[in-house]
């Protein structure tokens, strides 16, 4: 009985597929970026900024190989399609905001547009879950995406490394920022707000 109470904890783990720690590895990646965020608002050192966007890449990487592992070991599983809607929410929707929040976007209408960014991404990976296998047509692979992918938004980090890289951060922001009624916009966070648009339309886009 205490051997088996013992063992318990570690079932879990047991059921895990290669490809799953993979999706795990791009989880922690993007928490990894969010805590360099942290670190760089308490000390101000911008290496921090180019860790966190490595960091997101890094998980990028990670995504890629997950599905490629998965679909080489013919090991894909509902579990894992889950997990990796998780570690996509955390990589790749709430990082990139904790990133831009970092890098200046930090007024009143910045944060709702930030969070209605993480919100499309949660929407658009729980409409893929549940549609993906009437896009397949009862096959393995998805043949288009409704809605730009989540990872699109790499792209987001991509421009905050090179804002970074220019200095172009905190009060030096590309495009500076409007007051309206009282409260603070920088324009360059309405890229988010297209970002997220596209993620929830119902635009195709093919899966090469």
Not at 32 to 48: E, I, K, P, R
Not at 87 to 107: K, N, R, T, W
Not at 166 to 171: E, S, T
Not at 182 to 194: D, I, K, S, Y
């Amino acid at each position: 009985m205490a051997l088996f109470k013992l063992n318990k904890p570690f079932s879990l783990i047991r059921e895990f597929h290669l490809a799953d720690w993979f999706t795990l590895a791009n989880a922690v990646c993007g928490t990894g970026a969010m805590f360099s965020m942290m670190t760089y608002l308490q000390t101000t050192n911008v290496m921090h900024i180019y860790f966190a966007c490595g960091m997101v890449l890094a998980a990028g990487v990670f995504d890629v190989l997950d599905g490629r592992i998965a679909r080489w070991r013919q090991k894909a599983s509902a579990m894992g399609r889950e997990l990796d809607s998780l570690a996509d929410v955390i990589s790749f929707g709430v990082a990139p905001a904790v990133i831009a929040y970092g890098c200046g976007m930090q007024g009143l209408y910045d944060r709702i547009v930030l969070a209605g960014f993480v919100a499309c991404g949660v929407s658009r990976l729980a409409r893929y879950n549940v549609t993906a296998e009437a896009l397949s047509d009862g096959g393995d692979k998805v043949k288009y995406f409704e809605g730009t992918p989540i990872p699109s938004s790499l792209l987001l980090v991509v421009m905050l490394f090179v804002a970074a890289l220019q200095g172009a951060v905190g009060d030096s922001l590309w495009f500076g920022s409007v007051e309206i009624a009282g409260f603070t916009l920088h324009p360059l966070v309405l890229l988010f707000a297209a970002s997220g648009s596209l993620m929830v339309s119902r635009i195709r886009f093919p899966k090469f």
